[in-house]
Structure formats: structure tokens, C-alpha cells
């Protein structure tokens, strides 16, 4: 019998139309999402580094045209998408969140469109940096050369949407970057058209980049390591200096840390009214060793939900519960573990769920 009561009943109702729309509409766009018009999904920011697994409704499947074939809009709960710059459907396609977010009251909506390449290029500090992006041609049907009297050149243009961030703000006129599929050469291109304001939704924004084909150095453009195990050609490629560490009065070095991560049995999940669930937070060495090292935690949450949630820290391990508060249900509680100098960090996004 239970199957026929979908939509949950709050505790106190006024009677008022207005109050009980309040009541009712969290718990009916909950239940929306859990039925075949959702669909489960994993959020990420700007650099992939945080993801949130959780379910939404992407909208315009069944397109008519071919243009619109690489289209969607999303619906989530809201204070999802403003979190986040791409989102990776049930088939394992990317999407940038492309438009400027909003709500209705009851959900989030953003429109978004495919990711088709990703891009790669070395920053100052000679990390090299890599971002999924939303390209299209933009050569306006010309023949893809370019002639003068003494000699033909390749032509093209590729107009490239971009989470605007710490990395990519600084992006400068003639950067070359790599834009092809194919490996096996260099195909650079320059950045010859910057757009930073169009796009720009003061929460967060994109940044919109003209790249025009230009010829490759077969001194400076290198074939390297992305540092993830994939060979990606990186224009105008810097060795990084090697990192030096002085040591303590003996000469003892510390380990010279270069990733995080926080660690949970199950999903990164939280029951209302449920027992306390402990997340503990890793620093690992270049040889990817665990480094001993203690860090800091932090919790983000909206205020509404902060009085309801209960945790405490020992040492590298966090335990986290949820008092049994309806209303949080959908809500997400943000941790943060970071080194006590703040360089390397790891967040996680928790979901908060019914405990029924």
C-alpha cells in the first residue's frame, strides 16, 4: 500500500494554499527524481578534482536537428548546479553547465552543452593544466588554407567554452595549445580572441576563446605525461623545475606530498536521524605512498542546515551525523581536508538522504 502514497506528509500544515505548497514541493520533485525521468549523475567543479553522485532530470533527449543533439538542460535541487561546471550523465557523456543558473522554487535549471575535446597546456608553475570543453568550428566555411606568394598555410578556427577559473583567467593572447584527436603530430593553435564578460554570472561563469591554427615547433612542442598515465602534446613545453626540499637540522627531508584524498566505507551519503559516519583524510608522496602527516578539516553547509549537523575530529578522521531534520533531506554538506600550509586539498560533497 505504501507505493500509492509517493509524495511524504509534513508534520504540521496550516491549510493555507501557500504553505502547503511549501510543504509538498521539496518532497515532489524528490519523488520526480526517483522515477525514470531522473536518472543518476555525477556533478564535478572546474577541475574535476571534486564529484558529487547524485540524481537530476536532463532534459531534450530526443532532438530534431543535429545542433540541438548537443544540447540539455538540467534540473536538479537547488544549490546543486551553482557547485558545479560539468555534469556526466547515465551513458557516461560529459556536459558543460553552460548557462546561468536559476530556480523556480521547487528545483535548479541550467542549460549545457557537450564536452568534445579536452584541452591541455602547461601553466606558469609548469603544472600542466587540463580542462573538458564545449568546441565549435569556426572557420566560416573557408578552405582550411591560407595562401601568400611564397608559400600555403593550414587554416582553421575553433571557438572553445571554458569554466572560468584560476587557471584559465590567466589564459593570454597567442598561448598555443594542441586541438586534435589525433596524436601521432603537433596541431597547435593560438588563442587570438578573448572573451571574459559575456559570460560572466558573478557566481561563477565560463570564459569564451578564439583559437586560429598556426604552425608547430618541433623544438618547443613536446609529447609528455599528463600525470594521470595519458601521453597529451603540450605546445611550447617547459621541463618544471624539480622540487627541493632543505630538510631538518640532521638533513632529514619531509616527504614532499602531492595528493589527498578523503576515504569512507559506502556512499558518501548521510541518513537524517542516523548514526554518526567517519571520513578520514590521506596525504600521499610522489612515490604514492601514505604520508603520515595530520591535516585540517572543514565543513560548508547553508545555515539553514548547520544547527543540524554534529561532528567531531580526532586526528585525521571525521564523524559526521545528521539530526532528524525533514527539511535536509537533498541538502549537501561540503568537507574540506587540507595540509595545515593549505597547498593541497581534497573536497567532498556529501549527500544528505531520508533515513527511511
Sequence with gaps: MKEWYLIGSPSLSSGLENDVFNDYKSDSFAEVLSTEVGENVVFY???????????????????????????????????????YHYIKDKSGVIWLL????????????????????????????GEIVSRYAYVLNASAYNNGEKENKTLTLQSNQFMVYLPYDSETMLLDDNKRIHMSKNIRKCKPYEITRIDDISYDFTDKGLINLIFTQVQASPTNDKLVDDGTGNKVWICDYNTPPSPSDPGDDNGNQSPILLRTEIVYKGNPELMIGG??????????????????????????????????????????????????????????????????????????????????
Design 45 to 83: 567543479n572546474n577541475d574535476m578534482s571534486t564529484e558529487f553522485a547524485t540524481r537530476a532530470i536532463i532534459q531534450n533527449k530526443t532532438a530534431d536537428s543535429d545542433t540541438n543533439s548537443i544540447k540539455r538542460q538540467v534540473l536538479a535541487n537547488i544549490g546543486t548546479l551553482n557547485l
Design 98 to 125: 553552460k548557462g546561468k543558473v536559476d530556480n523556480n522554487g521547487i528545483y535548479d535549471k541550467s542549460a549545457a552543452s557537450i564536452c568534445n575535446y579536452k584541452l591541455h597546456w602547461q601553466n606558469e608553475f
Design 275 to 356: 548514526t554518526y559516519k567517519a571520513f578520514t583524510g590521506k596525504f600521499y608522496d610522489e612515490s604514492n605512498s601514505e604520508v603520515n602527516d595530520v591535516g585540517v578539516w572543514s565543513i560548508d553547509t547553508i545555515d539553514e542546515l548547520s544547527k543540524f549537523v554534529n561532528f567531531a575530529t580526532t586526528g585525521n578522521t571525521i564523524k559526521i551525523k545528521i539530526l532528524n531534520y525533514d527539511s535536509a533531506i537533498g541538502g549537501i554538506v561540503r568537507l574540506k581536508y587540507s595540509s595545515t600550509d593549505g597547498k593541497f586539498s581534497k573536497i567532498l560533497d556529501v549527500s544528505i538522504m531520508s533515513g527511511i
